[in-house]
């Protein structure tokens, strides 16, 4: 069911890295993904595999939610395989039929670019929206990105909309769950049917969801109007982010995950 979606919840579980500083988590998040993106070869692969297994494991996310997280993107690394599949041509043939042909080169390219989402995936549930709360990535966004108001860049309300969004997330989520629950008693078929008369029917859940998320912005605006919200500008922390020496460790030992990584592709490959 969509309330089973793990985007945007927090999973208390007290590991290593739901203690460390956001900042780091954030840093070391940017650092890995540009990593990923620079693996081509299996041994690298390999690595960056165990290397996201070791994050959840650290993190003590239970399998099913993780599971629940990278439910949702395995249509799109399906597709992405498919196309990666068909679209080299250089390499072994490994499968022909008539035009249809599948080279060793396109297998390859395929789980490169699927394996990459995946990892992607458990990688920002882990480092980020299942063991940070909104909050927190709020407050470490603004700091990381601090230097910006130089320039006049908003970052405290820049920060605050992506909190605010991601804190709502599960209840839209939890929304939706329920508007098509409703709409189902009713009668609605979401399962039948081609394609359009499908789409047309996820209409009867569309409407009703935006009427939601308007209210809920409305209760929202309301409540920060209430207590005197006017922005960022002079604005002090009741828990203020401190570094210590902990998640300077943290980092490090992330940080040599992906220089592993990166040794492997460019030094012993």
């Known amino acids: 069911m969509l309330k089973d979606i793990s985007l ?19 840093v070391m998040y940017i650092v890995y993904l540009v990593v990923l993106f620079m693996v081509k070869s299996p041994a690298a692969i390999i690595a960056a595999a165990v290397v996201t297994l070791i994050q959840a494991v650290s993190a003590k996310i239970p399998p099913k939610v993780l599971w629940t997280s990278i ?5 799109l ?3 992405i395989f498919i196309l990666n599949l068909f679209a ?3 390499g072994d043939v490994v499968f022909k039929w008539s035009k249809i042909v599948v080279t060793s080169r396109g297998l390859w390219q395929g789980t490169i670019m699927a394996s990459r989402l995946i ?14 709360t909104p909050l927190k990535i709020s407050d470490a966004l603004e700091s990381l990105c601090g230097w910006m108001k130089v320039i006049k860049v908003p970052v405290h309300e820049m920060a605050m909309m992506m909190s605010i969004a991601l804190r709502f997330i599960p209840t839209l989520i939890e929304e939706t769950d329920k508007i ?4 189902i008693s009713r009668g609605a078929d979401y399962d039948t049917g081609t394609v359009i008369s499908r789409v047309k029917g996820y209409i009867t859940v569309l409407i009703p969801l935006f009427v939601a ?12 109007d209430a207590r005197c919200y006017r922005g960022g500008e002079g604005r002090t922390k009741l828990n203020p982010l401190k570094m210590t020496g902990r998640d300077l460790v943290a980092g490090g030992i992330l940080l040599a995950g992906a220089a592993v990584i990166l040794v492997i592709e460019f030094v012993i490959h």
């Not at 439910?71 to 249509?75: F, R």
């Open 180 to 183: 098509m629950k409703a709409q």
């Open 213 to 224: 998320s308007f209210k809920h912005a409305e209760e929202l605006a309301v409540a920060m």
């Open 8 to 26: 945007g919840k927090f999973i208390d579980t007290g590991s290593v890295l739901h203690r460390t500083d956001p900042r780091v988590k954030i």
């Open 88 to 90: 080299a041509k250089d």
């Open 71 to 75: 439910l949702p993107i395995l249509p």
């Open 77 to 79: 690394a399906l597709f």
């Open 119 to 132: 990892f992607l995936i458990i990688s920002t549930s882990v480092l980020l929206t299942l063991t940070t």
